[in-house]
C-alpha cells in the first residue's frame, strides 16, 4: 500500500514537471515569435544610375536592292542574219564596241542602187534646165506657146525633187548598212547573248539581244515611311534635331550578310510619290562600285544620317519594363529616397539603350538593378552605379608595383624576419 502511495507520487511530480516545462517552452517560441515580429524588416538597396543629357547622332536603318547606273537593252534596228557575235559574255565593253555584225550584203546592194538611180536624175538634170531656158526666149518671140514653155518648167522643178528624194534614198541606204554593224551605247558590262551565229533577227523585236548595265557607280533603291520623313521634317524644324550640312548625305551600306561596305554613298534623291499599296516612297543613293562587288538586284541595308540630337535622353534598357497596359514604364529614386514609377514615351533603340523622348529628364536617379524587390512608394537604399564606375576607374589607373618595389620589400621583410628570429632566439641562449 505504501509502495503504490510512492509511485502515485512520484508519477504525478512528473507530470508537474512535464507540464512546466512545455509551459516553459511555449513561453519561449511565443516571445522568440514576438521578437522577431517586433524586428522591422531590412530596406531594400536599389541601384541606380544618373540620367545626363548626351550627343547622339541618329541614324536610320533602310532595307533595299541594287539596281544599274545605267541599262542599255540591245535590239537591231535593221532584218538580217547574224553573221557574227564580236564580244565575250559577262565582260566589259566600251561604248561603241561593235558587238554583233549582221549580213550587210543586201543593205550595201540597195545604197549602190539609190546612188545609181540619183546619178540617173542628176545627169537628167541640165538637159531638161536646157530646154526651159529655150522655151523662155522663144516665148518671148511668141515661137512657143505658153502651154510648152509651162510644161518645160515643170519638168526643171520634177527633175530637181527627184534628185532630193534619191539623195534621201541614199542616206536611207547609208543609215540601214550602218546599222548592219550593232554597236553597244554606253560603257559597262554585257551579259548573255540570246542569239547565236546564223540567227534570224528582226527590227525593234521585243526580245534583246542582249543587256549592258553600268554597275560603277551603282544605286541603291531603299523604301522608307512616308511618316518617317513627316516626323523627320517635324524634328529638324523644333530644334530637335540638327542637320549636318557637310556629311548628312553619306550613306553607309551593310551587306548582305551583316558586313560593312568599303566605300560611303550618298543620297541623291527621295521620290515625289509615295506608294498607297505601302505608305513608302523610294530613296535613291548613289554607291562607288568600281571593285564591281555590288550586283544588280541584291539585297543590302542603308545607314542614313538624319541628324544630332544635342540634347537626348538615353536609358539603359534593363531600367525599362512594360506594365499591364503595354507602357513603357522606370523607376526612379526621389531626394527622398523614395522609389516613383513615370511612363515612358520611347524613341527608338540605340545598342543596348533607349532614347527617351519623354518621361525622365536630366538628374532623375533610375533605377537599374533592384526592381524586382521594389514598388512603388518604398524607401530604398541607393547604391548609385556611377559612383562604382568611378570607384573602378580610379582603382584601374592606380600604378602597379614596380618589381624592383616589389624585391625591395621582400628584402626588407625578410631581414626584418630575420632580426626578429634573432633578439627572440637570443634570450633562449
Given at each position: 500500500?505504501?509502495?503504490?502511495?510512492?509511485?502515485?507520487?512520484?508519477?504525478?511530480?512528473?507530470?508537474?514537471?512535464?507540464?512546466?516545462?512545455?509551459?516553459?517552452?511555449?513561453?519561449?517560441?511565443?516571445?522568440?515569435?514576438?521578437?522577431?515580429?517586433?524586428?522591422?524588416?531590412?530596406?531594400?538597396?536599389?541601384?541606380?544610375?544618373?540620367?545626363?543629357?548626351?550627343?547622339?547622332?541618329?541614324?536610320?536603318?533602310?532595307?533595299?536592292?541594287?539596281?544599274?547606273?545605267?541599262?542599255?537593252?540591245?535590239?537591231?534596228?535593221v532584218n538580217g542574219i547574224i553573221k557574227k557575235r564580236m564580244f565575250r559574255?559577262?565582260?566589259?565593253?566600251?561604248?561603241?564596241?561593235?558587238?554583233?555584225?549582221?549580213?550587210?550584203?543586201?543593205?550595201?546592194?540597195?545604197?549602190?542602187?539609190?546612188?545609181?538611180?540619183?546619178?540617173?536624175?542628176?545627169?537628167?538634170?541640165?538637159?531638161?534646165?536646157?530646154?526651159?531656158?529655150?522655151?523662155?526666149?522663144?516665148?518671148?518671140?511668141?515661137?512657143?506657146?505658153?502651154?510648152?514653155?509651162?510644161?518645160?518648167?515643170?519638168?526643171?522643178?520634177?527633175?530637181?525633187?527627184?534628185?532630193?528624194?534619191?539623195?534621201?534614198?541614199?542616206?536611207?541606204?547609208?543609215?540601214?548598212?550602218?546599222?548592219?554593224?550593232?554597236?553597244?551605247?554606253?560603257?559597262?558590262?554585257?551579259?548573255?547573248?540570246?542569239?547565236?551565229?546564223?540567227?534570224?533577227?528582226?527590227?525593234?523585236?521585243?526580245?534583246?539581244?542582249?543587256?549592258?548595265?553600268?554597275?560603277?557607280?551603282?544605286?541603291?533603291?531603299?523604301?522608307?515611311?512616308?511618316?518617317?520623313?513627316?516626323?523627320?521634317?517635324?524634328?529638324?524644324?523644333?530644334?530637335?534635331?540638327?542637320?549636318?550640312?557637310?556629311?548628312?548625305?553619306?550613306?553607309?551600306?551593310?551587306?548582305?550578310?551583316?558586313?560593312?561596305?568599303?566605300?560611303?554613298?550618298?543620297?541623291?534623291?527621295?521620290?515625289?510619290?509615295?506608294?498607297?499599296?505601302?505608305?513608302?516612297?523610294?530613296?535613291?543613293?548613289?554607291?562607288?562600285?568600281?571593285?564591281?562587288?555590288?550586283?544588280?538586284?541584291?539585297?543590302?541595308?542603308?545607314?542614313?544620317?538624319?541628324?544630332?540630337?544635342?540634347?537626348?535622353?538615353?536609358?539603359?534598357?534593363?531600367?525599362?519594363?512594360?506594365?499591364?497596359?503595354?507602357?513603357?514604364?522606370?523607376?526612379?529614386?526621389?531626394?527622398?529616397?523614395?522609389?516613383?514609377q513615370k511612363i515612358l514615351t520611347l524613341n527608338r533603340a540605340i545598342g543596348?539603350?533607349?532614347?527617351?523622348?519623354?518621361?525622365?529628364?536630366?538628374?532623375?536617379?533610375?533605377?537599374?538593378?533592384?526592381?524586382?524587390?521594389?514598388?512603388?512608394?518604398?524607401?530604398?537604399?541607393?547604391?548609385?552605379?556611377?559612383?562604382?564606375?568611378?570607384?573602378?576607374?580610379?582603382?584601374?589607373?592606380?600604378?602597379?608595383?614596380?618589381?624592383?618595389?616589389?624585391?625591395?620589400?621582400?628584402?626588407?621583410?625578410?631581414?626584418?624576419?630575420?632580426?626578429?628570429?634573432?633578439?627572440?632566439?637570443?634570450?633562449?641562449?
Open positions: 500500500m505504501q509502495r503504490n502511495k510512492n509511485a502515485y507520487e512520484c508519477l504525478r511530480w512528473t507530470l508537474a514537471l512535464t507540464a512546466l516545462a512545455s509551459l516553459l517552452m511555449l513561453g519561449g517560441c511565443n516571445n522568440g515569435n514576438a521578437q522577431q515580429q517586433q524586428t522591422p524588416p531590412p530596406t531594400p538597396e536599389v541601384a541606380t544610375m544618373t540620367i545626363q543629357p548626351q550627343r547622339v547622332e541618329l541614324t536610320t536603318e533602310l532595307q533595299g536592292r541594287t539596281s544599274p547606273y545605267l541599262v542599255s537593252e540591245i535590239r537591231p534596228h559574255e559577262g565582260s566589259d565593253v566600251k561604248a561603241g564596241q561593235l558587238l554583233y555584225q549582221i549580213d550587210p550584203a543586201p543593205f550595201q546592194v540597195a545604197l549602190d542602187s539609190a546612188r545609181a538611180s540619183l546619178g540617173k536624175a542628176q545627169a537628167n538634170l541640165p538637159s531638161i534646165r536646157s530646154r526651159a531656158e529655150r522655151y523662155r526666149e522663144l516665148l518671148v518671140d511668141k515661137a512657143v506657146s505658153r502651154q510648152d514653155y509651162d510644161d518645160a518648167a515643170a519638168a526643171v522643178q520634177q527633175a530637181q525633187a527627184e534628185i532630193e528624194y534619191w539623195k534621201t534614198q541614199v542616206e536611207a541606204a547609208r543609215i540601214n548598212l550602218g546599222y548592219t554593224q550593232v554597236n553597244a551605247p554606253i560603257s559597262g558590262r554585257i551579259g548573255r547573248s540570246s542569239v547565236t551565229d546564223g540567227a534570224l533577227v528582226t527590227a525593234y523585236q521585243p526580245a534583246a539581244l542582249a543587256t549592258i548595265q553600268q554597275l560603277d557607280p551603282i544605286y541603291v533603291d531603299v523604301a522608307q515611311s512616308s511618316a518617317e520623313l513627316l516626323r523627320l521634317k517635324r524634328n529638324l524644324e523644333t530644334g530637335q534635331l540638327s542637320a549636318d550640312e557637310k556629311n548628312g548625305r553619306a550613306v553607309r551600306i551593310l551587306l548582305e550578310d551583316g558586313t560593312s561596305y568599303s566605300r560611303e554613298g550618298k543620297l541623291q534623291f527621295r521620290d515625289v510619290t509615295v506608294d498607297p499599296a505601302t505608305g513608302s516612297y523610294t530613296v535613291r543613293i548613289v554607291v562607288p562600285n568600281p571593285e564591281h562587288l555590288l550586283l544588280p538586284g541584291m539585297f543590302v541595308r542603308a545607314i542614313v544620317q538624319e541628324g544630332t540630337a544635342e540634347q537626348a535622353i538615353l536609358a539603359p534598357q534593363q531600367g525599362v519594363s512594360r506594365n499591364t497596359k503595354g507602357e513603357a514604364v522606370a523607376l526612379v529614386v526621389d531626394e527622398g529616397g523614395t522609389v516613383r543596348d539603350q533607349w532614347l527617351i523622348s519623354s518621361g525622365l529628364s536630366a538628374g532623375d536617379r533610375l533605377v537599374v538593378e533592384g526592381m524586382l524587390n521594389v514598388r512603388p512608394g518604398m524607401a530604398v537604399k541607393v547604391v548609385s552605379l556611377d559612383e562604382q564606375t568611378t570607384t573602378a576607374e580610379s582603382t584601374q589607373a592606380a600604378p602597379a608595383p614596380s618589381p624592383q618595389a616589389n624585391a625591395a620589400s621582400a628584402d626588407s621583410k625578410a631581414s626584418t624576419g630575420e632580426s626578429h628570429t634573432n633578439s627572440q632566439s637570443t634570450p633562449s641562449k
